[in-house]
């Protein structure tokens, strides 16, 4: 009984060493231009009331929101080239 328990045991380790991995070329995904555009703070006046600070902070807060946005969407590029680049084809036989 002990011998044909050891001969599975064999051919199962066989079987696994004769697998091989094949790599293919995926395209680059391309980074649209706009992401790397600065992000270009207003230009804050000398002396401002306390009406027109309040505005200058929600304009503010719009550039880092616009800014944070563009990371948002390169991170995602990079998760997608990850992705890609970690698929593989299936063994052929």
Known sequence: MSVLLSLC???L???CANTHK???QI????????L???CLPPIIPSELTWGESL?????LL???????LDKKALKL???QRQTLSNIQLPNKK
């Open 9 to 11: 045991l064999v051919m």
């Open 13 to 15: 380790l066989i079987g």
């Open 22 to 24: 094949e790599y293919i």
């Open 27 to 34: 395209p680059q995904v391309s980074i649209p231009d706009y």
């Open 36 to 38: 790397f555009n600065d």
């Open 55 to 59: 505005l200058l902070n929600q304009t």
């Open 62 to 68: 719009t550039v880092i929101e616009l800014c944070n």
């Open 77 to 79: 590029i990079e998760q």
